[in-house]
């Protein structure tokens, strides 16, 4: 069984097998989240990105999809770059947002990771409500099977872990 953890931090500092990414769907680093991991990450993780768009995501990585890259710099051994949705008030994305996690942990999987540090995907640029975006990361990191042994919200504000928290984190 998973083992849940809500962390109030920098995910960029996360000792765990892997940080996922809240990418955009270039690949090639932007703000946020993204741009954090980048910075630190270092050059290595661009151009295993660059690399990915030139083979098999040429036109970027799908909303909900994710894809590994080498963690360069970080303390982590892998980014799994995941993109959210967009916040919709007229279209519900949830199942785009729920695709970011299960996906994010296949992957994980596939890595044989045995640990995992999320952020709050969609919650920042992409104006995702946080309570929501809390409910359906925890419950669907709790419904999903998977061999990862350990899962950290790494959350940046105190909004952001108490709304995780409330979900018996």
């Excluded at 741009?35 to 083979?55: D, Q, V, W």
């Excluded at 990585?61 to 967009?86: D, F, N």
């Excluded at 540090?117 to 919650?123: H, L």
Aim: glycine share 12%; aromatic share 6%.
């Amino acid at each position: 069984m998973v083992e849940l953890l809500a962390v109030r931090g920098d995910i960029t500092e996360q000792d765990v097998d892997a940080v996922v990414n809240a990418a955009n769907s270039s690949l090639l680093g932007g703000g946020g989240v993204d741009g954090a991991i980048h910075r630190k990450g270092g050059p290595e993780i661009l151009a295993e990105c660059r690399a990915l768009r030139a083979s098999q995501y040429g036109r970027g990585l799908g909303t909900g999809q994710a894809v590994a890259t080498t963690a360069g710099r970080l303390p982590a051994r892998w980014v799994i770059h995941t993109v959210g949705p967009v916040w919709s008030e007229t279209e519900d994305r949830s199942d785009l947002l729920t695709s970011c996690y299960r996906e994010s942990l296949r992957v994980a999987d596939d890595l044989g990771a045995a640990s995992v540090a999320f952020p709050a995907i969609s919650t920042g640029i992409f104006r995702w409500p946080m309570a929501d975006g809390a409910r359906i990361a925890v419950e669907t990191v709790r419904s999903v099977g998977t061999s990862v042994r350990e899962v950290r919200f790494v959350l940046f504000s105190d909004d952001a872990y108490q709304a995780f928290r409330a979900h018996g984190l």
